[in-house]
Structure formats: C-alpha cells, structure tokens
C-alpha cells in the first residue's frame, strides 16, 4: 500500500515537471496572460489620463448647472445629467421587479426539462448577447405599434434600456438564487412551510447580495448606452430639465456624442469635461455593487 503510494506520487510530480503547472508551456502562457492584462491596464489609465487632461478646463459648477449652449462657454451638462438620472431610474423600475420575477419563477417554479422553460432559458441567454441598436429597434417598433408619436420621451428611452438589460438581470439574479444551498430549501419545507413561503422569507433575503450587485451592474452598462436612445431620435439640444415620463430628455452620452462632433474646440473640452462626469458615476456604481457583495454576501 505505501509504495503505491508512494509510486502515485512520484508519476504526480513527474507529470507537473514535464506538462504541469511549472513546464515552460505554462510559464510562458502565465507570463503572456499577464502582459496582455498590463496592456489593456495601461491602454486604460493612459485613455482616462488623457481625458481628464483635456477636459480639466471645464470641470467647474457651470458644467452642472449650464445647460446646452451654442457658445462653448456658456454650455453645460444639467439636462444631460438629470435626463441620464431620469432614465435610468425608470428603467430600474421597470426592469428589477419583472427580471428578478422572472428569474424566480425559472429558477424556482418552471418545470426544467420541459421544452418550452429550455426554449425560453436558451433565448435569455442569446438576448444577453444582442447588440444594444437591436434593442432601440424593437423599443421604436413598439412604441409605433402604439401609435406613439413623440417616440423621443424619458418612458421611451426606459422602454429601450430596459429591453437590453432585463436579460442580465434575469441571469444575474438566476445565478444568485442557483448559489443558495438547498439545504436552506429543504429545511424550510421540512417545517411546514409552502414552497412561495421559502422562496420569499429564505431565498430571496439570501440571495439579494447578488441580486443588488448584479443589476447595479447592468443599469451601468445601461448609463452609458447612446445608440438605442439615438435611434429613438434622441435629443442633443435641450435647454430644460425633464420633469416626467413623458418629457423629452437628453443623456450624458448623447450628450458626448454631439459635441465630439462639433468642430469647436471648446466642445471638445466640454465633451472631455462630461466623459469624466460620466466615468466618475459609473465609478461609483461598480464601487456600490463591490460593497453590497463584500459587504452581505454569505459564505455557504
């Protein structure tokens, strides 16, 4: 018996020497991966350092209180800012209870090997990968369906974004419901209580670390999307703030967008100046989903 073991051991070394975690191959694959992270790294820092740089010039209070402006000088970011908060905070309301809903349902209730559950799990996942001008396409076609005219409104925009993101709040809460253990279940049922009863006092509170961080998530990807707004034909002049769902609005990266286009060089710098603004909230919304996971997740 030892000297089985002792030969087990032996071929375990043998084989890490020869194609194991310290054969050349692997060094050379380790050392290639980490310069390609410090690549991309590097690429990043240079791009937010150049953009902060430029845009130095404009990060004063007019920024945040001007609004859009012919003369460099006097435009600002306010509608752009508050139409991005508008937005997203509808999308929000539309999308968390109908993906976490869903997700629940799927996770909890659906019969797994029936075909149409697999047909429309295997279509959430493609839906994750569409590209985003897909989605403002099927939010204009929908809304002239309904015979909307003025398709340029904050519960249009809402409408488009939260088509693009209900797939990954619909995995991403899936995924945190998949990691609470069935023990948990199992010991709720075993009490005598009913199947909706574990789910909404045992799953559910376990799982919402994952929930939170997971749509935090996607409503950043959400901020910075301009195609299916644009599509929606998006404002880029806007001179008041919007003030309901169905007023019209601009958006941080519409915003960008026109004035990268101006040839101005003043508009160049205000773009610079409100890309900053942009990267620092979506800065803090990955720092928020950080927290919320190290914070309360649980260690099963």
């Known amino acids: 018996m030892a000297t089985t073991t002792a030969d087990a051991a032996n071929a375990a070394i043998t084989g890490r020497a020869r194609g194991g975690e310290r054969s050349t191959r692997s060094l ?69 209870p109908l993906g976490v809903a869903a997700a629940i349902h799927l996770e909890e209730f659906a019969d797994k090997k029936h075909w149409f559950n697999r047909l429309l799990e295997l279509n959430i996942q493609n839906l994750a990968a569409v590209p985003a001008i897909i989605y403002g396409m099927l939010a204009l076609g929908f ?22 993101i209900l797939p990954v709040v619909i995995i991403a809460t899936r995924e945190s419901l998949r990691a609470v253990p069935d023990e948990i279940r199992q010991g709720s049922l075993a009490l005598g209580a009913t199947q909706w009863q574990t789910v909404w006092r045992q799953t559910l509170p376990s799982a919402v670390p994952g929930i939170a961080t997971g749509t935090i998530l996607a409503l950043s990807r959400a901020l910075g999307e301009a195609a299916p707004l644009l599509l929606l034909g998006g404002l880029v002049y806007v001179t008041f703030d919007p003030n309901g769902l ?19 060089e003043g508009f160049h710098e205000l773009a610079a100046a409100a ?21 309360y997740q649980h260690r099963w």
């Open 143 to 164: 809304l002239a369906l309904l015979g909307v005219q003025n398709k340029n409104v904050v519960i249009g925009g809402a409408l488009a974004l939260s088509l693009l």
């Open 275 to 295: 890309s900053v603004v942009l990267l620092v909230l979506l800065l803090a919304m990955n720092a928020l989903a950080i927290f919320i996971r190290n914070r």
């Open 28 to 96: 050379v694959f380790l050392l290639l991966l980490w310069l390609s992270l410090l690549i991309a790294f590097g690429v990043l820092v240079t791009l937010i350092v150049t953009i902060a740089q430029d845009g130095a010039g404009r990060l004063d209070s007019g920024l945040l209180t001007g609004y859009s402006a012919s003369v460099p000088e006097e435009a600002g970011a306010r509608a752009a800012i508050l139409g991005s908060a508008w937005v997203i905070g509808t999308t929000a309301v539309l999308t968390i």
């Open 246 to 264: 169905l007023s019209g609005f601009t958006t941080l990266p519409i915003q960008i967008f026109n004035w990268t286009g101006r040839p101005q």
